[in-house]
Nanobody, 124 residues
Framework: QVQLVESGGGLVQAGGSLRLSCAASGRTFSSFSVGWFRQAPGKERDFVAAISRSGGDTRYSDSVKGRFTISKDNAKNTVYLQMNSLKPEDTAVYYC?????????????????WGQGTQVTVSS
């Protein structure tokens, strides 16, 4: 079992930045691949970014590529999502997810462990 807790969400103006954190407890994070997903009201949960177990491989959705950066600190059991140049359409609840995936997981169904989510609101 692994427990995930997200933090760092909030209200920011368009063009601003936020850094989300996903802290894990219960297992060593180095054996888990991690993904970030987001869900806006009335919409499905969408893939945002993912990182491999070692942190050496990353993947991004087209909508955030070049603006968001995912990173992993296995020593701190934490994954980060640096979000720059935020747009109103980035407004959503952001979830981190983890599982023992070989490689990169971009589909939510691949992940068994999920955090409770953190709200990100970008005003225009």
């Amino acid at each position: 079992q692994v427990q995930l807790v997200e933090s760092g969400g909030g209200l920011v103006q368009a063009g601003g930045s936020l850094r989300l954190s996903c802290a894990a407890s219960g297992r060593t994070f180095s054996s888990f691949s991690v993904g970030w997903f987001r869900q806006a009201p009335g919409k499905e949960r969408d893939f945002v970014a993912a990182i491999s177990r070692s942190g050496g491989d990353t993947r991004y959705s087209d909508s955030v590529k070049g603006r968001f950066t995912i990173s992993k600190d296995n020593a701190k059991n934490t994954v980060y999502l640096q979000m720059n140049s935020l747009k109103p359409e980035d407004t959503a609840v952001y979830y981190c997810a983890a599982d023992r995936i070989i490689g990169i997981g971009t589909r939510s169904g691949l992940y068994d462990y999920w955090g409770q989510g953190t709200q990100v609101t970008v005003s225009s």
